[in-house]
């Protein structure tokens, strides 16, 4: 799967929390948006929430569930805690790829 | 007939854990249980798996294949628990404390960490851990299993600080002394030991045990979150 497949994915997965009322409204998701950190879209709910409703979609069809290890990303170090969209999705197209 | 409810319960294949999946079963629960060993109960209604709680990602499976399956999770109640002879802390040896942690640190940790992203897509669930009045006594011999069960303890009040605006209750349940086998193991001079320090000098049953999760995990207990019931003692 690449980058920008999980990105639809992941934009989905805001879309779905925007409805049921656990994210703001706000503009669709991009590779730049701010998953978690200072002007994060979501809240510390929202953002578990997203997490665990990504690992559903992007586990779909698959026989091991895919597991989204934050620490695994190198990006998101405690020196510099903020995740971007762009950053989740090519951790994510790599696990894929490499869970595949 | 069911009333709906999807339940987890951890070591469910004996003891108190056994005693809480009958329980929810006996109204029509939906009960998922799980152990280190095979299923003792067959009710209809009960699906059992074999789990080592505090083996990641044995517990995430096991908590995923029960939400896919039924579509939700609206109580987990975890109550896989060991008790080991009560050396003084001098001479425990680290194995002894290392299980204690796997079992109650790792596996409280691992199911409450999975159960919280079910609960928390659907707005609502409760939590219930099982704990010991061991915590507060301080007791001689119980340095390693009273300081596994306080982590326990810590851990449901921050996830009950965490999940609460999002409907979901977690709280937790001190016992007291319940004679199973695990407890009967454990010799007559302990257990003439903690019936002298409770307020109520007597064994509690795993039927009072299962009243109180009841309350917990019903709609009546949704304002109460964090909190430590003891049983037989004042707190």
Known sequence: ?100 | MSDGRVVLVTGSSRGIGLGIAQHFLQRGATVCGCSRSEAVETTPGYHHSRVDVSNEQQTRAWVSLAAKRFGRIDVAICNAGIVKPGLMLAVTPSEILDELVATHVRGTFFVCREVSKVMLRQRAGRIVTLSSPAVTWHLHGAGAYAASKAAVEEMTRVLARELAPAGVTCNIVRPGLVLTDSARAMGKEWEDWLLKHQTIPRTVTVQEICNVIEFFASPESSAITGQALNMCLVG
């Open chain 1, 1 to 100: 799967m690449r980058p920008t497949e999980v990105l639809e994915i992941m934009a989905d997965a805001l879309e779905g929390l925007r409805r049921s009322e656990v994210a703001e409204p706000g503009p669709a998701l991009n590779a730049e948006t701010v998953l978690f950190g200072a002007r994060a879209v979501l809240d510390s709910i929202g953002f578990v929430t997203f997490i665990a409703e990504a690992e559903d979609r992007l586990s779909e069809g698959r026989d091991t569930p895919i597991e989204l290890v934050l620490t695994e990303i190198w990006e998101f170090s405690a020196e510099e805690p903020s995740l971007t969209a762009g950053v989740l999705a090519n951790y994510c197209a790599k696990r894929l790829g490499k869970d595949a």
